[in-house]
C-alpha cells in the first residue's frame, strides 16, 4: 500500500465547477500535511497547509480527518488557470522528509 | 522568499560521462533532498541530507551520490550517466524542526543520449 493515496485523475471539469480532492495516508504518526500544486513541466508549490480545523483560502477549503487519515481539497468556481497537477502532501515524523501522493490532473474546459 | 536555485535548467549528456547537478539554499535550511520526477512514476527520493557532510539513502539512490560541503549547498552526482537517468530533477530544502513544507527548485531536465 502506498503512504499517501490519491483519487486517480484525470479530472475534466467546467469552468466554475466545482471539484474535490480526496487523498489518504497511512502513517498515523504523520505532523503535517500539504497540498502542491504542479504545472506542466514546472516544480511543485505550496497551495496551501492543511490543519484540523479544515482551512480556507479564497476558492480552495482543506479539511483533514486524522481519525479517518484523509485530507481532501475543494475548488470552488474553478478558472482555467487552476488547470495543473495537485498533489497531496504528507510530513512523517523522520526529520523533514515529505511523502507525496501520485498527483491527480486537473484541466478545467471554457 | 526562500530561493532555492538549480544550477541548469536543461541538460544534454552522454551516456557514460560525469554528471555535476548543483543546488542552492539561501535560507539556512538544515534538510535538503533530490528527487527525480517520471510521468506515471511520481516523485522518487533518491538523496537527502539533514546537516553538513550528512547524506541518506532515499527510495532510488542506484547509479547516484551526492555532496554536502556546506549547509546551503547540496550536489546530486551521476558517476557514470545512463539514458535511464533521462528525467526532470528537482532539488528541495526545509527546515529540520516545524511543520513547513518544501521550496523546491524550478528542477533540472537531464538528458542522457
Known amino acids: 500500500r502506498k503512504e499517501v493515496e490519491q483519487d486517480p485523475g484525470p479530472f475534466n471539469v467546467p469552468e466554475g465547477a466545482t471539484v474535490a480532492f480526496n487523498c489518504t495516508y497511512s502513517n498515523s504518526a504523520s505532523q503535517s500535511f500539504f497540498w502542491y500544486r504542479q504545472d506542466c513541466r514546472k516544480e511543485p508549490k505550496l497551495l496551501m497547509s492543511?490543519?484540523?480545523s479544515g482551512n480556507e483560502d479564497g476558492r480552495f477549503t482543506a479539511q483533514l480527518n486524522r481519525a479517518s487519515q484523509y485530507i481532501s481539497l475543494l475548488i470552488r468556481d474553478s478558472k482555467l488557470s487552476d488547470s495543473a497537477t495537485y498533489l497531496c502532501v504528507v510530513r512523517g515524523n523522520q526529520g523533514g522528509k515529505l511523502i507525496f501522493g501520485q498527483g491527480t490532473e486537473l484541466s478545467v474546459k471554457p | 522568499d526562500v530561493k532555492v536555485t538549480q544550477s541548469s535548467r536543461y541538460l544534454v549528456k552522454r551516456t557514460g560521462e560525469k554528471v555535476f547537478l548543483e543546488c542552492v539554499q539561501d535560507m539556512d535550511h538544515e534538510n535538503m533532498f533530490w528527487y527525480r520526477q517520471d510521468p506515471g512514476l511520481g516523485l522518487r527520493l533518491i538523496y537527502f541530507s539533514y546537516d553538513v557532510k550528512m547524506k541518506e539513502k532515499g527510495d532510488i539512490p542506484e547509479g547516484y551520490s551526492v555532496s554536502r560541503e556546506k549547509k546551503e549547498r547540496f550536489s546530486l552526482i551521476l558517476e557514470s550517466a545512463s539514458t535511464n537517468q533521462t528525467s526532470m530533477y528537482l532539488c528541495?530544502?526545509?527546515?529540520?524542526?516545524?511543520?513547513?513544507?518544501?521550496?523546491f527548485g524550478s528542477g533540472t531536465r537531464l538528458t542522457v543520449v
Open positions: 528541495a530544502s526545509t527546515p529540520l524542526t516545524g511543520n513547513y513544507g518544501y521550496t
Open positions: 492543511v490543519y484540523s
